[in-house]
Nanobody
Framework: QVQLVESGGGLVQAGGSLRLSCAASGLTFSRYAMGWFRQAPGKEREFITT????????DYADSVKGRFTISRDNAKNTVYLQMNVLKPEDTAVYSCAAGPTFGLKYAGTYIYWGQGTQVTVSS
């Protein structure tokens, strides 16, 4: 059974930082590209970033470019999202997902999903 479990969310003041983790089990982690998405109340799910199987390639949404960094540790079956200079508009539920290839920005193309972790940024 495939499981993706996010952690690291919480409440932070604007300008602060958080590091999210997504631990994967039940799949050969290194064979999947990974992505992070977020969904704020009343809004559609939004692509944030993706990383290739090797970790050598990354891509970001313009809204987070320069502030967020995705990375992965294939030995630990974990993908990370370092979020810096957080803004109130970053408030959302953040979910990780495993996909078949790098570069996918549409949520429907990802195969496995975590339950999500809440990030709240206060002004």
């Amino acid at each position: 059974q495939v499981q993706l479990v996010e952690s690291g969310g919480g409440l932070v003041q604007a300008g602060g930082s958080l590091r999210l983790s997504c631990a994967a089990s039940g799949l050969t982690f290194s064979r999947y590209a990974m992505g992070w998405f977020r969904q704020a109340p009343g809004k559609e799910r939004e692509f944030i970033t993706t990383i290739s199987r090797s970790g050598l390639s990354t891509d970001y949404a313009d809204s987070v470019k320069g502030r967020f960094t995705i990375s992965r540790d294939n030995a630990k079956n974990t993908v990370y999202l370092q979020m810096n200079v957080l803004k109130p508009e970053d408030t959302a539920v953040y979910s990780c997902a495993a996909g078949p290839t790098f570069g996918l920005k549409y949520a429907g193309t990802y195969i496995y999903w975590g339950q999500g972790t809440q990030v709240t940024v206060s002004s």
